[in-house]
């Protein structure tokens, strides 16, 4: 059952990632990183379509994680780029590649090698005065140093940057979120005089701006699998600090688990570099400070 709702929610957060790029990539370059260009996109019914699958993906993925750690449902969500391969597939009308192949196998392949090697179990939620949460702290700060590096670099690394901060903060929000949907189980009152929920819709603004940020700088296959990448590899690293969640940790599993994990960043680049998520690349001529024509 959590292993279909959360492959539904990977589905609906890919379609919605696709139509987002589709109409943030054609803003103008100049709004990138600033306040505008949320307020440009809002009056996109694309981009509003786009957000509206991808809420409707993050709510199944939060009955996911009400049921499951975080390390069983982070690698199911990654799948969201085969998803978004294949609705780029459906509006381009070309066939699949070897390199679609391969990347799609390895996506899937790994996730599968992460969870029978690993066999994610168990963890609890910590007390929010728990030193356990300074782990939040230190996510913050790794999605501040990828913003940081990526201020004066190339506009494809500048893509690459905001996308990964992006995936991280996605990550830190799945992680809220299960904090808080486990915290609503001792009654309402307790959410409330909880830090977590506060803190939960600012990491999601920001998450989405950064994302948006690096849609508008870059094609899909350049913004989106930095992000893919990005989320599980924090929801995991933080569900095992926060919640200390369990994973085999013999030497043969270990090894099975690095495997699976490296398999399925490397699926999601090579997916990601795919030529159908590449179209609005070649569809819109970008001018840096005019609109895409």
């Given at each position: ?19 987002q ?50 390390a ?36 899937s ?38 913003v ?60 989405l ?12 296959r ?72």
């Amino acid at each position: 059952m959590v292993i279909a709702v959360s492959l539904g929610a990977a589905c609906l957060l890919g379609l919605g990632y696709v139509a987002q790029q589709h109409a943030a990539y054609r803003e103008p370059l100049g709004e990138m990183l600033r306040p505008r260009l949320l307020l440009d996109l809002v009056r996109t019914p694309l981009w509003l379509a786009g957000i509206g699958l991808m809420l409707c993906g993050q709510i199944l993925g939060a009955v996911a994680l009400r049921v499951e750690g975080l390390a069983q449902v982070e690698p199911l969500l990654a799948t969201n780029l085969l998803f978004a391969l294949t609705a780029a597939h459906v509006i381009y009308q070309e066939r699949f590649g070897l390199m679609e192949c391969l990347g799609a196998v390895l996506v899937s392949g790994g996730v599968a090698l992460f969870l029978f090697s690993g066999q994610p179990y168990g963890g609890h939620l910590p007390h929010p005065s728990s030193m356990r949460w300074l782990a939040v702290l230190v996510a913050v700060v790794v999605a501040a140093g990828f913003v940081l590096f990526g201020l004066r670099r190339s506009l494809q690394s500048k893509a690459m940057s905001l996308a990964s901060a992006a995936g991280v903060l996605y990550g830190l929000q799945d992680v809220l979120t299960r904090s808080s949907l486990l915290t609503m189980r001792e009654g309402l009152h307790a959410v409330v005089a909880t830090w977590q929920p506060y803190v939960l819709p600012c990491v999601a603004v920001v998450g989405l701006f950064l994302n948006q940020s690096a849609f508008d700088a870059a094609p899909l296959r350049i913004s989106l699998p930095a992000t893919t990448a990005a989320e599980p590899i924090t929801g995991i690293a933080l569900g095992v600090a926060i919640f200390a969640e369990h994973l085999r940790v013999t030497p043969g599993a270990l090894a099975a688990e690095a495997a699976g994990l490296v398999a399925m960043v490397t699926g999601i680049v090579i997916l990601g570099r795919s030529p159908f998520l590449a179209k609005s690349e070649r569809d819109v001529v970008r001018h840096p400070d005019g609109d895409g024509t």
